[in-house]
DNA sequence: GCAAAAGTGTTGAGGGTACACCCATGA
DNA sequence: TCATGGGTGTACCCTCAACACTTTTGC
């Protein structure tokens, strides 16, 4: 049996796209290289692989050290091969994509990056390497996803009401929803479970507080929109 | 900038799910290798990623040299990654899962394997390494797919009967599906196209032979099982 | 003529869409 | 009391599931 050292491997990346909701907007989380290649330039967070490492591993250093995050939700992507991906050579890339809540992390450059930004999905500026094309796959994934499993809890609060809820789902989408339908299918599916308290002091009505139902394993949850 | 090769980096290899419809039944090829580890034990077909190559070249080029196949269906699966999953240390393995039509093709036992040879679904032998897991996986994979997507016209001929294609499904899903709501909603799909000729010198009443229409591209086939 | 399998049509129930109205709050 | 936004109810339509009869072939 032949030795493994004997071959010369690709190395192998990891890149995250990092999704967040706020201030009423699906944003994606970007990082200024301070190194080439593309330097001064935004990517999506990353690193190599490390040999002992899993996946999850190298996802949790990244969301650790780069960007001060744990325990998010995440799932893998795509894996992407170009071979032209990387100017430095061969580099596979094994993507993951995370939605979390910024308002619980406070986002730090670390020491490979000029800046760390959140950037509204519709207004992303130009990205170094092929991420573009895995923050589309990410986002249609993401898209898909959100019809047939409650994942945008993540996203929110502990407690959310059924306005904010809807208009998640409108941002994810892109399209109008009608709300009532919306709150009654929602309901119906038994992901969201009343807490018996509203969120006062708006402007207006107050509005229900809801909470994911974490009980709920199985569900043939499916959204349809108009 | 650093070399890339003073990092060490995990071995990539490329494992193929090959699932083919044969004799009213699901199928997957599995391969008898006649080397260490897991010498004389079943396993999926898979090689070790070259530097230069893409994994859809790495694909053809298992399919070609060990099983005589050629431009075939595929569809990335997913990349696993457990540190322990090969004994000879740590391999990465990035899966795609194919659908072929076992009678365009004679499998042919490459220089590495002992044997290959198609197994039922619903019989498989202990497979090597993690590779029941990668086949469930698969399996999962394309009984999603197949409610949305009209990806079991790989599995037959050129032209097919509703019969066939109806039994192509339940085999799939491993469930009962009422023949005649599967046909209405196939045909309003126009997924297929009637060519105007009967499959003749059956046993009974001649079926009509459809064909896939190539034209169509885009739908929003949605199959809805009871 | 009979068995076996293929083609086709109908009906009722349920779910989704598209609506409008009432309610609670701050100003 | 008014504007704004949140909560809820309903009717129609359409699709899907369930089901039975007719047709064509080989023996």
Redesign the pocket.
């Known amino acids: 049996m032949k030795s493994f050292s004997s071959y010369k491997n690709p190395a192998l990346a990891i890149d995250l796209v990092v999704f967040g909701y706020h201030d009423d907007r699906l944003s994606v989380l970007l990082l200024n290289r301070k190194d080439e290649p593309f330097k001064d330039q935004w990517t999506l967070p990353g690193a190599f692989l490390q040999m002992e490492e899993s996946f999850q591993d190298a996802c949790d250093r990244v969301l650790g050290t780069k960007l001060g995050m744990n325990k998010v939700y995440m799932e893998q992507l795509f894996t992407f091969d170009d071979p032209a991906r990387d100017p430095r050579g061969r580099v596979i890339s094994v993507t993951y994509y995370a939605l979390i809540n910024p308002k619980k992390f406070e986002v730090v450059a670390g020491k490979m990056a000029n800046d760390v930004q959140w950037f509204d999905v519709r207004k992303l500026p130009a990205l170094g390497f092929d991420h573009k094309t895995i923050f589309k796959t990410a986002h249609q994934r993401l898209k898909s996803k959100i019809l047939y499993y409650p994942v945008g809890f993540e996203l929110l609060d502990e407690t959310f009401?059924?306005?904010e809820l809807h208009h998640l789902y409108e941002c994810i989408l892109e399209t109008k929803i009608?709300?009532?339908?919306f709150?009654?299918?929602l309901l119906a599916s038994e992901y969201i479970v009343e807490t018996g308290s509203r969120r006062?002091?708006?402007?207006?009505?107050?509005?229900?507080l809801y909470k994911f139902n974490k009980k709920l394993k199985q569900n043939n949850f499916?959204l349809?929109?108009?």
């Not at 009608?178 to 339908?181: A, E, I, K, T």
């Not at 006062?200 to 229900?208: I, M």
């Open positions: 009401t059924m306005p009608d709300r009532r339908n709150s009654r299918k006062e002091g708006q402007q207006n009505r107050p509005a229900d499916q349809n929109i108009n």
